[in-house]
């Protein structure tokens, strides 16, 4: 594995001369003291960071990027003032920059050294200003295509400033910034997620947010196959869980606005289930349709319909009701489409005659109770030109003929008008349904 420190060089105070042509130190130049919890220093008095990295990290190559002046004055750092004359080949192993404000070919010198190596520790500290930000924006592209290469962004944080009262020995911690390059990725994993319920696979997570990484991918999981029973009872509430440790991390701070904004998306979206199941499945199916998923929210609405039909029913006639559940043993979609095949849909005697034997010998009600079930759904009946198939249905009916049709793949699919169909199906619904969803 072929492991390299990057490192972008600075003057660090020096200045041309003009009448030797060369790089000069300034007069006071000094070692000043390093500190680091995350590397280990041979020694704590360094002039910089060039000959601090060269102890640190022996196993590594050490990739200097530097302009013509950086070359000069670290070459002298090595020679004369770090004793390390025997590591000036390292910057054989370096790139030069001819023209700092030529960004394309700076990106594309980056390019060349992420392309050369297989493990990375990145040392911003010092360099020209622009240089080290530019450096940062690439690291932020190459850690969404893969954070595995990037093992730390070293950066000395600076302590006490060098200055003439302490004889320009200054005094610096040596911290990584790759959490917050990490904390990068988090905010574009959960800015995809809250925009439609997904979590972009093609960015992985670093270990102490693999638990959130999990939480988010079995959410998104059951919102996709619409297993509302383990979305509502665990997904929901882990990944809820999750988001609130990742708020009781200080290092976190940069994303918190962003993490108490889902949170409470998620917490008023999902708070629903303590309500009747018809308007929890409304709410989440107007959710999914506001995030585009138009084919999942019609799915949910119709079982919304045939949940609302057998509240309705139960408000009453529970105790007809509580036969037809035990007969279907709890089953939530054996007991909805009773519901709407065989009391909503049997407007008729010809369809009554059909289900008549069904419901008296199995279900056993009696066929008065049966008549006051279909009696007690008459209002909903009442008739709308549905688009989906081009003539008057009761609405219930075409919620599920708009399932239907549009599970189908058509070349005159349009999406806006489709979605307006399907918005103005909601807004009907949402008429008849809004009355009684704090009932029981």
Do not use: W
């Not at 910034?177 to 997570?205: C, P």
């Amino acid at each position: 594995m072929k492991k390299a420190v990057i490192t972008i060089l600075g003057t660090i105070g020096g200045r041309f001369n003009q009448e030797t042509k060369q790089f000069e130190f300034v007069k006071n130049t000094s070692k000043s003291k390093y500190e680091s919890k995350i590397i280990h220093l041979e020694k704590d008095m360094y002039v910089n960071t060039l000959p601090l990295l060269i102890d640190s990290f022996k196993d590594y190559k050490i990739v200097p990027i530097y302009t013509k002046e950086a070359l000069d004055i670290q070459k002298q750092v090595l020679e004369h003032l770090e004793n390390k004359k025997d590591f000036l080949y390292i910057f054989e192993n370096g790139y030069e920059i001819k023209d700092e404000n030529d960004f394309d070919e700076i990106f594309a010198l980056f390019e060349e050294i992420f392309k050369k190596y297989d493990r990375f520790v990145i040392d911003v500290t010092h360099g020209f200003r622009h240089l080290p930000l530019l450096l940062l924006i690439e690291l932020l592209i190459k850690n969404f295509q893969d954070t595995s290469k990037i093992e730390n962004i070293l950066f000395a944080k600076e302590i006490i400033k060098p200055s003439q009262d302490n004889n320009f020995s200054g005094h610096y911690e040596i911290i990584d910034l790759k959490d917050y390059l990490d904390l990068a990725n988090v905010a574009f994993v959960l800015e995809t997620f809250a925009k439609n319920y997904t979590l972009a696979s093609h960015i992985k997570l670093e270990n102490r947010f693999k638990k959130l990484e999990e939480a988010l991918k079995n959410f998104a999981e059951d919102i996709l196959v619409l297993n509302t029973k383990h979305l509502f009872e665990n997904s929901a509430n882990e990944l809820i869980k999750e988001l609130k440790n990742l708020l009781n991390d200080k290092k976190n701070i940069s994303i918190k606005n962003q993490i108490e904004n889902l949170t409470i998306h998620l917490s008023e979206v999902f708070k629903y289930k303590d309500m009747q199941k018809f308007y929890t499945y409304y709410k989440l199916a107007e959710n999914l349709k506001n995030k585009g998923y138009l084919l999942n929210s019609l799915a949910l609405l119709y079982e919304s319909v045939r949940l609302f039909l057998e509240f309705y029913l139960k408000s009453k006639y529970p105790k007809i009701m509580e036969k037809v559940r035990n007969y279907y043993e709890d089953d939530d979609y054996k007991v909805g489409d009773f519901c709407m095949n065989k009391v909503f849909n049997a407007y008729n005697k010809e369809r009554i005659e059909k289900n008549k034997e069904e419901v008296i010998n199995k279900i056993k009600l009696s066929f008065d109770d049966y008549k006051k079930l279909i009696e007690l759904l008459h209002p909903f009946r009442k008739k709308i030109f549905c688009k989906f198939v081009g003539y008057k249905l009761p609405l219930f009916v075409c919620i599920g003929k708009a399932r239907n049709n549009f599970a189908h793949a058509k070349e005159d699919n349009n999406y806006e008008k489709i979605q307006a169909e399907i918005n103005n199906l909601f807004n009907k619904y949402s008429n008849i349904i809004e009355k009684y969803k704090g009932k029981l």
